[in-house]
């Protein structure tokens, strides 16, 4: 039986990112595949969060970066070929460490994106909301208050809404920067099993310090170390078998 | 370095390991000396030690699950403590068919002479016992070669096993009332040839230790 190998999503070749005099990544090197989970791993520092940053150009935001090298996305260099920014996001969405809904309805909430991209009719704003809330498996939660405030959720449903948010625009990544850092166990699980739904329809690359929740959900596994690539494989190759020592260590517990 | 407590107890657990390993080949050598030397109180002293290899696979099962349970081992960790968890269930059998030999022994009528000159069985009993130093050797050192010797040095004891039985076989044909004994030595012959699959086993999680692959 044939078997269907993964495109690849997003190449990124010779990247370097510096923040003024300091070189965050270093010639970086990377494919990511589409409708995969890719999670990036490394201590505080190493550069993770930055290449996540860089696969939707939030890095333009901070003075002094500056970017060498080049991020593919669907064949199109998001640097040189891509000038208007907000384009780019509509294809790569992001959820961020601590859930940041907007001081906004949950319905406004999702309907957010949607709205600023022209869309008015109420029906299909209407359509859109239900689909993201139901893709991001909280539509049963919140259908009876979808015109309260999005603060009177909890955390973890927060954490969904913003992931619904991101849905609701239909992007083809979603980029997670730790998403569940600040969530309690029940809460972690229900993202972690909306990844998993997820991956059928978008390319994912997850951000996180919990070496067992890269373990339970990533299909690759990119260990990161002083701004480098140290490895990048399938993730039960990664924590049965590293090629590398420093991963080796870094996963074991026993870095330092 | 961190996880001091974490690092001792997987050292600990590999010891533990070794010297269950040890108790077992202890129990084969003696098994087969009682068998040769006609020694009962030594085959019964065998039977007895089975306990303790009993012993030494419930502590050791449990502290490959408390590991898995508190520790969440990964990489050479997972690799080692997955391995251990199935040799000792190899360890385990070789330490009942080294009691299972001794029973037979016993089974054997103290004045009933052997029908034939024990060569071929205390040959085999060598290899295993060398099979199953071995594997435990290149598990200690890590030792890739030595564990695929060690699979190698099955098929001897396999021929050994096919010349005893046809031995056996001959020694019935020739005189029905060479019968019984005849399937006690087949069985000890057979259980010998168990011991060295077991060692075997041992080497390929060896191996798997060492590559994250089962040969």
């Known amino acids: 039986m044939a078997q269907s190998n993964p495109a690849v999503g997003i190449r990124i070749k010779n990247l370097n990112l510096f923040y003024g005099d300091f070189q965050a990544l270093k010639n970086v090197n990377l494919d990511i595949y589409n409708k995969e989970i890719t999670a990036f791993i490394g201590p505080s520092g190493c550069g993770k969060s930055s290449l996540l940053r860089c696969l939707n150009r939030m890095n333009d935001l901070i003075e002094g970066c500056r970017i060498e090298g080049s991020v593919t996305i669907d064949g199109q260099d998001i640097y040189k070929d891509i000038r208007d920014v907000s384009l780019l996001r509509r294809k790569v969405g992001m959820v961020f460490q601590k859930p940041n809904p907007f001081p906004m309805s949950v319905f406004d909430n999702v309907a957010y994106g949607a709205r600023a991209l022209g869309i008015r009719r109420k029906s299909e704003l209407a359509a859109i909301v239900e689909e993201s809330l139901m893709q991001a498996a909280m539509w049963d939660e919140v259908k009876d208050r979808l015109h309260k405030s999005a603060f009177a959720l909890s955390g973890g449903q927060q954490q969904r809404l913003c992931i619904a948010r991101a849905l609701a625009i239909r992007p083809e990544v979603i980029l997670m920067d730790e998403p569940t850092s600040a969530l309690d166990p029940i809460s972690t699980g229900k993202i972690e099993d909306l990844c998993d739904r997820l991956k059928k329809d978008y390319t994912i690359v997850v951000v996180t310090h919990n070496m067992q929740q890269a373990a339970r959900i990533s299909d690759k596994t990119v260990f990161f170390l002083l701004g480098e690539i140290i490895e990048a494989d399938e993730t039960d190759k990664i924590f049965t078998n590293p090629a590398h020592r420093q991963t080796e260590r870094y996963i074991s517990g026993r870095f330092g | ?215």
């Not at chain 2, 084969?28 to 007895?48: M, P």
């Not at chain 2, 030690?49 to 990489?75: G, H, M, N, T, W």
């Not at chain 2, 000159?117 to 099979?131: C, F, R």
């Open chain 2, 1 to 215: 370095m961190i996880r001091i407590a974490y690092e001792n107890e997987l050292k600990e657990l590999k010891l533990e390991t070794i010297r269950m390993s040890a108790a077992c080949e202890g129990m084969i050598r003696r098994s087969i000396d009682a068998l040769v030397n006609r020694n009962h109180a030594e085959a019964q002293a065998v039977i007895e030690s089975d306990k303790e290899v009993d012993e030494y696979e419930r502590a050791i099962e449990k502290k490959c699950l408390r590991l898995f349970l508190r520790q969440q081992p990964v990489a050479k960790d997972f690799r080692e403590v997955s391995a251990i968890l199935k040799m000792i269930t190899d360890l385990e059998r070789i330490g009942d068919q080294a009691a299972d030999i001794s029973e037979i022994m016993l089974s054997i009528d103290k004045d009933e002479k052997y029908i034939k000159k024990l060569v071929h069985i205390p040959k085999m009993a060598e290899n295993a016992i060398g099979m199953m130093h071995e594997s435990m050797t290149s598990f200690i050192n890590e030792d890739l070669e030595q564990a695929k010797r060690v699979i190698d040095a099955d098929d001897e004891v396999d021929e050994l096993f096919r010349v005893v039985r046809e031995e056996l076989v001959e020694l019935i044909k020739k005189n029905a009332d060479n019968a019984e004994q005849a399937i006690y030595l087949m069985m000890i012959a057979k259980y010998l040839e168990r011991i060295a699959d077991h060692a075997t086993n041992i080497a390929e999680w060896v191996i798997f230790c060492a590559t994250g692959q089962k040969p």
